[in-house]
């Protein structure tokens, strides 16, 4: 492992740890612009972290340590999915152990961690809310694992390195029907993983409709501005892993030199900054689904994620 690697590892991760407020404030920016609005501008989510961090840290009664651990757990996973995920390069300190299946893995407990420190404040919005985001993820997370498997198949490994590096090396394989098929299911998950519309509304706290925010509605101050960071960077991370697994053009390659390096950081901006766009520009002409509807959304994008291992298996089969 080269001192490059150590260095396009370290700076993938703090890109993401300052980019992830930012990316929010562009699709809150965005869709006040779409809407009419002025906005409060793409820097606002910082300020706001600011602002968080210096009010008192507030625990509701009766909660134990599941309440107070739930922010630095959904954290902690974040991070270390962002230090070894291929983002900037495809060599890193921790690419033996960037497996599809320890990322996914590492998204769950992150999402159990949150949930179960919503129902440790013993509130009716917390289970509520806990409810559903379960529900919500025992459909969501396996459909990541078969979309991106699918997406392993032809590359012959399940390391996420290994597969941005065949896309590149093949890159008509993002427009056979395994990747069109791969891509569609993993759009509607990551909008259901990073609480989106039409599956959850984050601008809102309506008690009818709100998922995610029930869970962490009793949060305030540090604790809070934890939850929100944690939050912008998970749906950075998650949009920068669909970019690279489909269009991983300017990821720098193995034993990457300094220009190549900063090719990469530039081309990991770029690529999210437009996914965070359209995924604003989108969200302004789509409404909420009915609670019931989402289980159907998200068994539909299951099932785009089956065919595409399907056609995959029959691909490699046939060659």
Known sequence: MTAAAYLAGFVQLAVVMLGAPLLIGLV????????????????????DLRKQLRK??????????????????????????????????????LDPVADLFAVVGLLLVGTVAITLAGIDTATAFGGMGASRQLTFAALVEPTILLAVF??????????????VGHTLDHPGQVLSLTGVLAFAALVLVIVAETGRLPVDNPATHLELTMVHEAVVLEYAGPRLALVEWAEGMRLAVLLALLA?????????PAAP?????????????????????????????IAKLRLFRVPELLAGSFLLALLAVTFANFVAMQG
């Open 56 to 93: 008192q840290r507030v625990t509701p009664q009766g909660t134990t340590v599941v309440f107070r651990a739930g922010p630095v757990l959904l954290a902690a996973t974040t991070l270390l999915i962002a230090a070894i995920a291929p983002l900037v390069a495809l060599d890193s300190p």
């Open 257 to 285: 030199g300094l220009a190549q390096i900063g090719i990469g950081v530039a081309a990991l901006v770029v690529k999210v900054a437009v996914l965070g766009t359209l995924l604003a520009g989108a969200e302004v002409f």
């Open 244 to 252: 690279n697994l489909f269009l991983p053009w300017g990821v720098a």
């Open 150 to 163: 699918a997406l392993s198949i032809p590359a012959g490994s399940a390391n996420l390195g290994a597969i």
């Open 28 to 47: 809150r920016q965005v869709r006040a612009r779409a809407e009419g609005r002025r906005g409060a501008g793409v820097g606002q989510p910082w300020r």
